[in-house]
């Protein structure tokens, strides 16, 4: 950027906003077809999504965390309120526990409610669908058709594996928005729009990234104050840190307060733990595969062509890159907001990149595309409605080994972590679930290592503490093999899905 152009205030926008709404009447005939495109691309890349997810349907089931999300929506239903107590487990019922997505939670619930398990894709789907239709919007404003639709294609690639029926699907449209806007008003030396403070709050009752959000308004802040003339510095750090506080505040309209902040870092002080969920481990380089595709092409277009990016874009690209090295789940970081920082950057050294500035869109064309979008969206749901395949998998979903259990008679259960999900939606106490931030890095250490008998001993122990008298486990636990040969257990039940063992003499309850 050019140290030398002088700041311009939040009125620019609004100029430009009608400068362009003025142009849209007047597309001189040879960009013609240009302007059409601008209005389609989104849309029709909205609408392919979501029909390709609908397709897939059952594959955004496929976490067991689903059901735990749909079980704390109906709480919430049922209890007229979100618990600040665990109201589900048989380990830390009672403890003291904030349901920081609960916004998205009870949308899943009414949506199973309303349209059954295809009425929860279809949400999830809807919220990746709008994701991808910003974000292609949003590029379409620096580039051209085609790098927009490679990039858009990348971030999709990037992002697949962590498209599924939870929160954060709902909340990521609101950080391509929120994140956009910000880079936007730093390219165009202004401050951020005050219109923004609803989205965070929104954001901030449906899923805990909010915080990244936040740090991204800190991040942002600094490229203006580095790119700002030295007159205008106090200025523009005076707008940007009000800016900054308003967000915080509008951060912690939700129904826990400021206390909604402070789960990212009980998360992230989980260290040790987070390494046994899959998500959350580092990318696996063993083989080749998508993530490694993408990354050395995007280093290899950088070197080949001479890239060349501002110093704060370089750490903010640098930053995301580091997220989705360090935990396979922040790839979706990468794929959606890398192309963001680098939009206006690759737009100013490249002709063949950059888009045509006199092209603006058709607003007619722009409504029919809405429209017929719309249309797309519709009939791809009636007909997933009719399928009988819309529903969560059979490996997290351990419906029979359940039944095969006398609650009454064999006392606590001691489940496998993957089906934690599903006793929350029946309403049967598990052992543990999907909300590590609960049970505490040392509570779920000590379960994983003994269930695979890293410390046997210790998964005797915690028989005994725990006065368990069933076991659910996968048939792929170490302590199936071991249970079968303590005398003491006995097998009475199993299947692909789950292995059932019981007491061969219950235990007395503890008092």
Known sequence: ????????????????????????????????????SHAAMPWLVAAGVYGLLMILGPRLLADPDTYSHIALGRWIFEHQGVPTVDPFSQTMRGEHWVAFEWLSQVIYAGALSLGGWTGVVAVAAAGAAATFGLLTRFLLREWQPVPVLIAVLAAFVLTSPHILARPHILAMPIMVAWVASLIRAIDERRTPSWH???LMTLWANLHGSFTFGLAMVGATACDALWNAPASQRFHVARHWVLFGLL???????????????????????????????TEWRPQDFSHLGAFEIIMLAGFGYALLRGVKLPVLRLVM??????????QSRQADLLGLLAPLFLARPLAEQFAAV??????????????????????????????????????????ITPANAIKSIDLAKNGPILSDYGFGGYMDFIGIAPFIDGRTELYGADFTVRYDRALKLENLRDFLRLLAEYNIGTTLLSPQTPAVALLDRLPDWQRTYS???????TRRVPLTPKK
Not at 317 to 326: K, M, T
Not at 357 to 366: I, L, S
Not at 368 to 390: I, P
Not at 495 to 501: I, L, M, T
């Open 495 to 501: 299947d692909d899905v789950a292995v059932v063992h």
């Open 247 to 277: 967000a915080l505040a509008a951060a912690c309209i939700n129904p826990y307060g400021p206390e909604m902040i402070l789960v990212t870092f009980r998360t992230i002080a989980l260290g040790q733990a987070l390494q046994i969920i």
């Open 1 to 36: 950027m050019d140290r030398g152009l002088v700041w311009r205030g939040p009125q620019m926008g609004f100029a430009r906003l009608f400068r362009l709404t003025d142009m849209s009447e007047h597309v001189v005939p040879g960009t013609r077809k240009l302007a059409v």
């Open 317 to 326: 690209l640098f930053g995301v890159l580091h997220l989705a090295l360090s």
């Open 196 to 198: 923004l403070l609803p």
């Open 354 to 395: 950059a888009a045509r500035r006199t092209v603006a869109t058709d607003a007619r064309f722009a409504n029919w595309a809405a429209a017929g979008a719309g249309l797309v969206l519709l009939t791809v749901t009636g007909f997933a409605a009719s399928r009988h395949d819309m529903m969560p998998p059979a490996d």
